[in-house]
């Protein structure tokens, strides 16, 4: 499938470049950049859907899971730290947190370069096992 992203028009690589600011909660600037090293950048959804909503961005354009290499697998395991640390200083380590990859149309990416949802702050939505929307468990 071809993503309908460029890397010239991907929203995140401009965020991250900073040829935009992030307009995420509360108002346009720089400083939602929450996080940020040579590996992953982190700033908040545009859309939040809980009260804590944190996109944990890959600084490197990958599409998505699918693209990932086995040398990358260092770099998906601080995606997931920085994403525990990020949980800790919004304080929502206790009662925990959502970390969610979207992959794809069927998994609902929207945005085709890596990035990992850090989501909290209220009680997440209980996931309805495939089972009962019809489908067959293998
Ligand atoms: P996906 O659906 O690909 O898993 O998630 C993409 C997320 O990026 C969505 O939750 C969407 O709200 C967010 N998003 C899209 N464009 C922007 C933007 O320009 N700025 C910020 N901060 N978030 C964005
Ligand atoms: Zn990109």
Same mark, same amino acid.
């Given at each position: 499938?071809?993503?309908?992203?460029?890397?010239?028009? &991907? !929203? $995140? &690589?401009?965020i991250i470049s900073g040829v935009v600011p992030v307009? @995420?909660?509360?108002?346009?600037?720089?400083?939602q950049i929450l996080y940020r090293d040579d590996l992953v950048t982190a700033f908040r959804d545009i859309h939040p859907i809980a009260p804590t *909503? !944190?996109?944990?961005?890959? %600084?490197? *354009? !990958?599409?998505?899971? %699918?693209? /990932?290499?086995p040398v990358d697998e260092s770099l998906v395991g601080h995606m997931?730290?920085?994403?525990?640390?990020?949980a800790a200083q919004e304080g929502i380590a206790e009662? @925990?947190?959502? /970390? !969610? $990859? %979207?992959? @794809?149309?069927h998994g609902g990416q929207t945005v085709f370069h890596l990035h990992l949802h850090l989501i909290g702050g209220r009680l997440a939505r209980v996931?309805?096992?495939?089972?009962?929307? @019809? $489908?067959a468990l293998e």
């Open positions: 499938m071809t993503p309908p992203q460029t890397i010239m028009s &991907c !929203i $995140f &690589c401009k307009p @995420g909660r509360g108002g346009e600037s720089p400083a *909503h !944190i996109l944990i961005v890959t %600084n490197r *354009h !990958i599409d998505s899971v %699918n693209e /990932l290499e997931v730290m920085v994403a525990k640390q990020l009662p @925990g947190y959502r /970390l !969610i $990859f %979207n992959t @794809g149309a996931v309805v096992p495939v089972s009962a929307r @019809g $489908f």
